[in-house]
């Protein structure tokens, strides 16, 4: 039952919220309420799949593969338990920011079902319901993301929903073909069917339609471009939330499929994998050096970070998974933060432009603090959270012999440090160009607070994970070890 | 929108009609061909008839209720339909029927619930975009 | 049948990735829609099409051999209607994009991606 | 030990706190604390310098990856302690007088403290990696402190120099560490000195050495890393005076030292450090000959002493590691000395530039006497330290015989240029006629003097008592830089040996350059390619490369053409999907053979004009209405093969397409051709190879048989379980209604979105 309360919760604030549309101004608290709730079920989720193993529920009674199945093992479970963290910080900063016409719009019912779809992906068991989360999840982005209807949110739309339409449609096929040629949808099941096909090569063929797909939505080389095109448009809290969980969800998949059900040909699939990493890994902090504009160089960094969390799948040892799960979580947390800094900073300034910003370290040294502690953990300085992610994932790298990526992910360190302090330097450290302009204050304690709150939760976050790394590593481990045993996974839902 | 008289009356009599149609449909959905989806978009299509015919603001107070009122109804009897089972120790979605059959209807269950509020979200959501976008012309 | 269905999903493909790569966002949303029209075709070629009896169980509950699987028609249908929900979305966004931009040339549409 | 290296971050929490109440005496308060760690650090003194042990203490971290916060003290971390404590002290104490007109006093203290319990944590470490978060740590705080005047933009450039530089070094530390602990299944740096053959025989241990020397290079400003650290003279003196002499850029150098028992031995290690040492030592010193600005100058003369350090350990032998001790000793006092008084003589005279600078002995006179007790120990001189570490580099040099004379020459001449900067930057302010300054010289308090005279005296009294304190400190302890204790007495005055005249002619001949300065420039300054050959224009060259590379990518790639995106995608997938597919082998066609009906080929004809007319039609109206025929096709298909209920849906939906599309573009006028034929017919390619890709798909499929038990379970449990005769409706409501739910929710939101995109509008008439 619990099982199922991280997709239901949301759903049902959602439709309350719905129920009640015209009363917005409450809308706002019930969002919160229900990010609370959403924090004691995850919480509560992850306790009881720790203690007792991975758990399943078979809804409508239908027993696998016969009906949908949900699954928590502990990667799931991890990231709902990061969703809900994720939703919390939001919906905290929303309060203080969102204007009351995207209030009017259902801002907060479409942010519920956002998070609905985003647990629904996290914890099904079959392909075919994956793929309508992942629509519940896309929709719910689109209508986000062009809220308010401004010039550049709706050319920022126009990319983003034309290509993830375009990999909806590959994955809708790659579900269709994965039926015919195994006549099942559940994903164990799957498992169990795929390598006793009469040519299991065509597994292979359907990967490639799955990678692609799942590629697109965690915005890897060469398929990324709907991200910085669009990342950048919406609210600060929009973004930040985007920023934070959507491409994750990608990555999840990704891992999901390619250690549960493409794994008949590990030594093609998973150098493609580790190639289009690399590419990843570089492409994307290139893309984040050559820009001027603060969450435009943030929206680039998320493709240069997928890249590693995908370099630990590529790599496929336990070690390289855990980091790859360590790094999901380290970044979902960091990435969101940042955006949060720089909605902060767009509140004083009404800008986002670097060139027009500066002089904030001065008058505001918090803010330059709190933005510098994801910073730095995204450049992967120790003792944050990003170094011990950054260190499981070369060490992996390392010990399997994979040189040429270990060297990318290096020297990608660096250009990430040099990205950030770009943003550091002009925003914080320069000189504010446009002294004898006035500047909006924030006055309003409420806003003040609400908005400084879940920049700092995050900010601990990262800092305790950075010093305490052993608990956070640990479950990550386990997971990646559940994930290299499909058997358990198997066995969980299918029974014997 | 100009509105005609033979059309409006026309519509007077053909609006019942489509929506006890529609019923039609959605009831017997679970055993021949038809079901809430169905059955919500005819439901929709009569609410458009009588915007043609009467004009949209006129639809809106015949319809007396808000589309997004119905979409978010029909989310919440679908949701409840599911949580109801729990109640009596079943899993999340696992259909609950009454032993009897009843007139007219048949079998009464909770999938059937379900499945009004499909059609309840249908029709909320077709009428919904379509007066949208007509008050947009206009 | 079989051969005419294959090549009639290799046709819809091209056609929408053809209509896809176009510069007016019109044919683009078309595309979208050839796109889904070819993959719930793939769906119901895939997995096996039977013809002549529907998916129905007769008044003592049994069916007649042979029946066409009733699971890919349900995954079908429910991506029919995802698909009509996100595409009405798509048309919409075109006629704001429209009434914003003044054109519905894609080319024109670059901003977001420029310093 | 743990609290020692630890209790910096968490005293740091306590400045801001006084900042705000106690503003003016912050300086004071925050010095208490190296203060104390001097005195925790002392009272090893009997049990590591008298008695000669280690100390090795652990608390777990994170024990599943071998990570533990573990502490070790020997000879060489006390050592490399007690500089940074008590440097440290003088630095902080010095800084509250010095800095008191910034208002951001409160921000250096913060930085300065983490900076100092970084150094500590670093030298103390025993797990490599523990060391390497200090050292990350060391690289970033020094970022903040090199850029603590960061409205200027020089040094916001230096400090990012600096961390790229040290950082990126610090990247191939990492790898280095991970593959060093990778060959020996342990991260304990004490355990890994006695694994030398196993870790010099590994076939990686090239890499991993070659890795770990670049991380210490660049850390110490090793040629041709070092151009970093003259530029980083931008930060405040007391920043300089301790980083930049006494304590961070020594870092590589304590990890050369600490992990020479390792990984030394090796011709490859051995001779790279010899090689890059030497080279640094000279190549600086030479560099510093241009300088006129008093900071930059000391700068210089650091490198080439770091350099001197390096070749040190280089050489190895038992005479160079004492050396290499005593030589780190006395630089650290007398460098961070000369820092502090050029701070004070620009501090009071407002210029650091020599040549406005003499005759300063009159006003300030303490200033003068410290600088000049500094100086004498940097030349060389007797009775002071920096005499009995110089003599002991000649000596050591000498006895090195493996090359020749080229390390004693190269030796000389490199400390011909150091006496030649400390004549101009220790005697030159002060004698001669004065002159004046932009502002009036004047002679400055207590708190700014007392520190830098008790390290010149330190120097002082190190130097009379050498054999006594120091000859303790390496013949009585594990160093660590080489497995046994060094046996060999440290005195003053060994008698009139080569060394003791090899320094005499350096002095003269330092003078001698000092004095023919004016005349020896100009040559100089006509050989102009040197620029050209110094590392640091290749940094900026690759810098500026880097960026403009990134700058051209994101333009190509990231281009705005939505069509560009999505073909780049189309392709990928035909390219990656295709490769597979034909890897398979042959392809089996038997699943399509079977002749079609008539009504069949009809309804194929159909759809084929169908999508012909969409593509090709010249309004949208018509391609609207040729995708409706499509449709409308596919319900009929749906028909034919039992799908009675998604022929209805399908036809349903597709007339609410046509119509929503009807609604929203039967006013816009038609299309414009916007593509030229060459580009329809490679996107017709493009397109038709994925059509391609995705039939010969669907045919291997068919070609095999499907068995899914999935569709009997339906048809036997439908009706006796979930009451309904409509499978697929059953499934909709019951087998899968989470499906439902899902796909109703999609509608809802889409709904919304509608809704929304039409009535709300933010800024709508921006264009």
Do not use: C
Not at chain 1, 273 to 296: D, K, S, Y
Not at chain 3, 78 to 104: C, E, H, N, S, W
Not at chain 4, 84 to 104: E, H, P, Q, R, W
């Amino acid at each position: 039952m619990l099982i199922a309360l991280p997709i239901i919760s949301p759903f049902f604030f959602g439709i309350l919220m719905m129920l009640f549309w015209k009363n917005f101004k409450a809308h706002s608290y019930l969002n919160l309420f229900s990010s609370v709730v959403s924090v004691i079920i995850s919480v509560l989720l992850i306790d009881r799949v720790i203690e007792q193993g991975i758990i399943t529920l078979q809804i409508g009674g239908w027993k696998a593969p016969f009906g949908i199945v949900i699954v928590a093992d502990l990667f799931s479970s991890i990231m709902v338990v990061i969703t809900a963290v994720i939703g919390f910080a939001t919906a905290l900063y929303s309060m203080a920011t969102m204007d009351h016409d995207r209030e009017k719009f259902g801002y907060y019912p479409l942010l519920q079902i956002l998070l609905m779809g985003i647990n629904g992906a996290f914890l099904t068991g079959d392909i075919f319901n994956l793929y309508v989360w992942f629509e519940v999840m896309l929709i719910s982005s689109f209508v986000l993301l062009a809220l308010g209807g401004k010039r550049e949110q709706l050319e920022g739309a126009i990319k983003y929903v034309t290509l993830n339409l375009l990999s909806s449609a590959l994955f809708l096929a790659g579900v269709g073909i994965l039926y015919g040629l195994a006549g099942t949808l559940n994903m164990a099941d799957l498992a169990v069917k795929l390598p006793n096909l009469e040519d299991p090569e065509m597994t292979t063929v359907v990967s490639i339609l799955f990678l692609i797909a799942f590629g697109i939505k965690s915005a890897v080389f060469p398929l990324f471009f709907w991200l910085p095109a669009s990342y950048h448009t919406p609210p600060a809290a929009v973004s930040a939330v985007f920023a934070g969980l959507l491409t994750k969800v990608g990555v999840y998949a990704l891992i999901r499929v390619f250690t549960l059900i493409f794994v008949n040909d590990i030594s093609f699939t998973h150098t493609i994998i580790l190639v289009i990493a690399a590419l990843t890994i570089l492409t994307g902090v290139l893309g984040a050096a050559a820009q001027m504009n603060f969450r435009r160089i943030l929206s680039f960094h998320i493709i240069s970070q997928i890249g590693y969390m995908i370099m630990g799948l590529g790599l496929f040892s336990s070690l390289a998974i855990a980091g790859g799960i360590l790094y999901i979580i380290h970044h979902i947390i960091v990435k969101t933060n940042l955006f949060l800094v720089s909605g902060f900073v767009n509140e004083l300034r009404s800008t986002y432009d670097l060139k027009k910003l500066g002089g904030l370290y001065k008058l505001y040294p918090l803010v330059g603090l709190l933005f510098l502690i994801p910073a730095l953990s995204l450049s992967g300085i120790p003792p944050l959270s990003g170094f011990w992610a950054k260190y499981s994932v070369i060490k992996a790298g390392i010990e399997l012999d994979e040189f040429y990526i270990v060297a990318v992910a290096l020297f990608v360190g660096l250009l990430t440090l040099f990205s950030m302090t770009k943003i550091w330097h002009e925003v914080f450290w320069k000189k504010n160009p446009e002294e004898e302009k006035t500047f909006n204050t924030i006055n309003n304690t409420k806003q003040k607070v609400l908005s400084f709150l879940p920049i700092i939760l995050l900010a601990l976050i990262t800092i305790i994970i950075g010093l305490n790394v052993e608990p956070f590593f640990n479950i990550a481990q386990k997971a990646a070890d559940q994930l290299l045993n499909p058997e358990i996974y198997i066995k969980a839902v299918l029974g014997n | 929108m100009k509105t005609s008289v033979i059309l409006s009356t026309a519509v007077k009599y053909l609006i019942p009609l489509l929506l006890i149609f529609s019923f039609f449909l959605f009831l017997r959905g679970h055993n021949e061909p038809g079901g809430g989806f169905v059955g919500g978009l005819v439901a929709a299509s009569a609410f458009a008839l009588f915007a043609i015919a009467n004009g949209f603001d006129e639809a809106k107070k015949f319809m007396k209720i808000e589309p997004i009122m119905l979409i978010a109804l029909g989310l919440l009897i679908a949701l409840l339909s599911g949580l109801v089972p729990m109640f009596f120790g079943l899993d999340f979605l696992t259909g609950i029927w009454f032993e009897k059959n009843f007139p007219i209807i048949g079998k009464l269950g909770t999938p059937l619930v379900f499945d009004i509020g499909v059609y309840l979200v249908v029709l909320g959501i077709s009428t919904k975009i379509i007066f949208s976008l007509a008050e947009e012309e206009k | 049948m079989n051969l005419l269905l294959v090549i009639i999903i290799g046709l819809l493909y091209t056609a929408g990735l053809y209509m896809m790569m176009r510069r007016s966002f019109v044919k683009v949303i078309i595309g979208l829609i050839l796109l889904s029209h070819a993959a719930n075709m793939l769906i119901f070629t895939v997995g096996r099409i039977t013809k002549g009896n529907p998916a129905f169980l007769n008044k003592d509950g049994a069916i007649f051999e042979p029946f066409s699987d009733p699971l890919p028609q349900a995954l079908i249908l429910t991506a029919i209607v995802i698909g009509f929900g996100v595409q009405a979305f798509a048309i919409v966004l075109f006629k704001r994009a429209y009434q914003t931009a003044g054109t519905d040339d894609l080319d024109e549409m670059k901003k977001t991606d420029e310093d | 030990m743990l609290f020692a290296a630890l209790s910096g971050f968490i005293f740091v929490l306590l400045i801001p706190i006084i900042n705000k109440y106690a503003k003016n005496s912050v300086g004071w308060i925050a010095s208490i604390f190296p203060l104390a760690l001097t005195v925790y650090f002392i009272s090893f003194y009997t049990n590591v310098i008298d008695k000669g042990n280690s100390i090795l203490e652990s608390t777990s971290w994170v024990p599943s990856l071998g990570i533990n916060l573990s502490f070790y003290l020997d000879g060489l971390s006390l050592t490399f302690s007690l500089i940074i404590t008590v440097v440290g002290f003088v630095v902080f104490l010095y800084a509250g007088s010095y800095m008191k007109n910034y208002d951001s006093l409160g921000k250096f203290y913060i930085y300065i403290i983490l900076f100092m319990s970084s150094m500590i944590g670093l030298v103390l470490s025993d797990n490599i990696i523990t060391m390497f978060v200090f050292w990350e740590l060391t690289s970033i705080t020094s970022y903040l402190l090199i850029g603590f005047n960061h409205e200027k933009e020089t040094a916001r450039n230096s400090a990012l120099q600096a961390l790229l530089i040290t950082g990126g070094g610090g990247l191939a530390l990492l790898a280095g560490l991970i593959i060093l602990s990778g060959i020996s299944g342990s991260m304990s740096i004490s355990s890994l000195a006695s694994m030398n053959d196993i870790l010099t025989e590994h076939r990686l241990y090239a890499p991993a050495a070659l890795l770990i020397l670049i991380g210490a290079f660049t850390k110490s400003a090793q040629f041709p890393f070092h151009f970093w650290l003259p530029n980083a003279m931008e930060a405040p003196t007391p920043v300089s005076a301790y980083l930049h002499s006494a304590t961070m850029v020594k870092a590589g150098i304590y990890l050369i030292a600490r992990m020479n028992p390792s990984l030394g031995g090796t011709e490859l290690w051995n001779y790279t450090i010899m090689f890059v040492g030497a080279v640094t030592m000279l190549f600086t010193a030479v560099l510093s000959f241009k300088q006129t600005d008093l900071k930059k100058l000391l700068a210089y003369s650091t490198l080439s002493v770091l350099g001197t350090l390096t070749m040190l350990i280089g050489i190895g032998s038992d005479l160079a590691i004492k050396a290499f001790m005593i030589y780190l000793i006395a630089h650290a006092l007398y460098k961070a000395t000369l820092f502090l008084t050029a701070g004070m003589i620009d501090h009071s005279t407002g210029t650091r530039n020599i040549e406005e600078l003499q005759g300063l002995r009159k006003v300030m006179p303490i200033t003068a006497a410290i600088a000049i007790l500094a100086s004498l120990s940097k030349m060389g001189i007797i009775p002071l330290i920096g005499f009995v570490g110089k003599e002991t580099v000649y000596a050591a040099t000498i006895e090195y015989t493996n090359f020749g004379f080229l390390f004693i020459t190269l030796a000389i001449a490199a400390n011909i240029f150091v006496v030649y900067i400390t004549m101009t930057v220790g005697f030159k302010p002060f004698f001669g006629k004065f002159r004046k300054t932009p502002k009036t010289p004047h002679e400055l308090p207590f708190r700014m003097w007392f520190g830098p005279m008790l390290l010149a005296f330190g120097g002082l009294t190190l130097g009379i008592f050498s054999s006594f304190i120091i000859g303790k400190l390496i013949n009585n302890t594990e160093l660590g830089i080489i497995t046994a204790k060094l046996n060999i007495p440290v005195k003053l005055w060994h008698g009139f040996t080569l060394e003791l005249m090899l320094s005499f002619i350096t002095v003269l001949l330092g003078i001698l350059l000092f004095w023919k300065r004016n005349q020896l420039l100009k040559y100089v300054d006509n050989i102009s390619f040197i620029d050209e050959i110094t590392p640091s224009y290749h940094y900026q060259k690759l810098f500026n490369g880097t960026l403009k590379l990134a700058k051209l990518q994101s333009r190509i790639l990231q281009n705005g053409f939505l069509r560009y995106y999505i073909m780049v995608i189309i392709i990928s997938t035909i390219i990656l999907g295709g490769t597979t597919l034909f890897s398979l082998g042959e392809m089996d066609y038997t699943g399509i053979i079977e002749m079609p009906g008539f009504e069949e080929i009809i309804i194929a004809i159909v759809m084929m004009t169908a999508t012909y007319m969409t593509v090709r039609a010249k309004t949208r109206l018509a391609a609207i209405v040729a995708v409706g025929v499509i449709g409308y096709s596919i319900a009929l298909i749906y028909i034919m093969y039992g799908a009675p209920d998604l022929a209805m849906t399908q036809f349903a939906i597709e007339t609410l397409t046509v119509i929503l599309f009807v609604l929203v573009i039967y006013r816009l006028p038609g299309y414009l051709p916007f593509s030229s034929t060459a580009r329809r017919i490679r996107d017709f390619i493009i397109a038709g190879a994925g059509g391609l890709l995705m039939s010969l798909i669907s045919i291997i499929i068919l070609s095999n048989p499907l068995s899914s038990e999935l569709k009997n379970y339906f048809a036997k449990n439908s009706y006796a379980i979930a009451k309904g005769k409509n499978i697929v409706n059953v499934i909709l409501v019951d087998f899968r209604a989470l499906d439902t739910m899902g796909e109703i929710t999609v509608l809802a939101v889409a709904a919304i979105g509608v809704f929304a995109l039409l009535k709300l509008r933010k800024g709508a008439d921006e264009k």
